[in-house]
């Protein structure tokens, strides 16, 4: 046999190791050269390995969830053609069974025999146990009343298969699978069954990634929130009208990039906010242009694409490529480099996005904005009037560790004044 020691490649500059996140071969499949062997991740991207040679898998390294270093040996490969060793190796429900039974004539006559049903239950099945007087108290064992008490089941309403009517465990499950009726409370009808399950797993992929970064986020970095209101009932309108009248191959307006561009007008009074910080080497570095991580909810969870330049982008083109960052996202499509690199990130949750929200700031950056949902809520105009307005709260933080609270408020006003007056966003 000749054997082919596969190792980790190296998947990106940089990287050192990588967590597996899916096998796409076992023991004892043929492979080919290109052809995608195991999904691994780094960072927030993942990548398909392609395998190295022809042949046939004798031994796989690592479960997903396991992180790997680059260059350990993780695929075992007979290039031999024979694939005499994954055949040794391979699972025994793996292997084809052989067909040996017809050369086995002795057990012939007994084989009737065993594939008869056993006759022993079907008296006792037949036999019924004797039902309990409806008067009398149910009988059962300590272990199923604590169980039922747990439960909330009146035992009175559970039939009982036991000697003389007594509840057993079985009986119990049965009720509760048929949907039985709880115990009545004071004042209360009947209620549901209760719901037992529960169900644990390993967390990982992207989801490990992003429980990872969260968690260093807020042990790092001390928030400072600052919420305030904005009237957008000018912007909605200006929204819907350019919608309207908007050529065919222009894509269709939603309220973000409106914000995007108000950042970008505003952040170049405040750079600290359009920042990376490394807290260990106490380095801040502040960027001209304006690249705008946009949080983006997908299948495996949350990704962040960036908009590239958004200062240097018209709210047609920022829409454009919002919408082919988030396809992309969304379809796993992203790559490494469209999934870093982001100086602020915005984070909505669209109509659902609540009247305030603590958004986690996406480190190294030094702020967050959040975007929550808009509602149509009274307000006095100039002239003293009460009138309705279509108001909506930004919800940002920062890091108080470059951004003061009083940079931090005066960024904000200045994106809201943008918003409330949306023509100026046209102006130079």
């Not at 490990?208 to 919420?227: L, T």
């Not at 992203?334 to 929200?357: D, F, P, Q, R, W």
């Not at 009138?387 to 940002?396: G, H």
Request: charged content about 25%.
């Amino acid at each position: 046999m000749s054997e082919y020691r596969y190792k980790l490649p190296d998947v990106g500059e940089g990287v050192v190791e990588a967590e597996i996140v899916e096998w796409k071969v076992k023991v004892g499949d043929r492979v080919v050269e290109d052809q995608p062997v195991v999904d691994v991740m780094t960072d927030k991207a993942t990548v398909e390995v392609p395998c190295a040679v022809n042949g046939v898998v004798t031994r796989i390294v690592g479960e997903p969830g396991d992180v790997i270093a680059v260059g350990t040996e993780i695929l075992f490969i007979d290039t031999s053609g024979d694939g005499a060793a994954a055949k040794a190796e391979a699972p025994k429900e793996d292997k084809k069974p052989e067909p040996k039974a017809e050369a086995k004539p002795a057990p012939e006559p007994q084989a009737p025999k065993a594939e008869k049903p056993a006759p022993a239950p079907a008296p006792a099945a037949a036999k019924p146990a004797p039902a309990r007087p409806s008067s009398a108290r149910p009988l059962a064992s300590p272990a199923v009343r604590q169980r039922a008490l747990e439960a909330d089941i009146d035992l009175a309403a559970v039939p009982g298969s036991g000697p003389a009517g007594r509840v057993i465990h079985r009986d119990l499950d049965d009720f509760i699978a048929a949907g039985g009726r709880l115990s009545a409370r004071a004042g209360g009808g009947a209620g549901r069954a209760p719901r037992t399950g529960m169900e644990s797993r390993k967390i990982i992929g992207l989801r490990r990634k992003i429980a990872e970064n969260m968690q260093k986020a807020k042990r790092d970095i001390p928030h400072i929130a600052y919420v305030e209101e904005v009237d957008v009932t000018a912007l909605e309108d200006l929204r819907k009208h350019l919608n309207a009248n908007k050529r065919e191959d222009q894509p269709k307006l939603t309220f973000i990039p409106f914000l995007v561009a108000a950042l970008a007008r505003a952040l170049p009074a405040t750079p600290q906010a359009n920042a990376h910080f490394d807290g260990e080497a106490g380095v801040l570095t502040t960027y001209e242009g304006v690249h705008c991580g946009i949080a983006t909810a997908t299948p495996n969870g949350l990704m962040v694409p960036v908009i590239r330049h958004a200062e240097a982008l018209d709210l047609w083109g920022v829409a454009a490529e919002l919408s082919r960052l988030a396809a992309a996202a969304r379809d796993g499509k992203a790559t490494k480099e469209e999934l870093s690199g982001s100086t602020i990130t915005i984070t909505s949750l669209g109509a659902i996005g609540g009247l305030v929200t603590t958004p986690v700031i996406n480190a190294p950056e030094t702020a967050i904005i959040g975007v929550n949902k808009m509602v149509e809520l009274p307000r006095f105009d100039a002239a003293g009037r009460v009138v309705p307005r279509l108001m909506m709260n930004l919800s940002s933080s920062f890091d108080h560790r470059i951004v003061d609270g009083y940079d931090a408020a005066l960024l904000i006003q200045r994106v809201k004044a943008y918003l409330e007056n949306p023509a100026t966003l046209f102006m130079e």
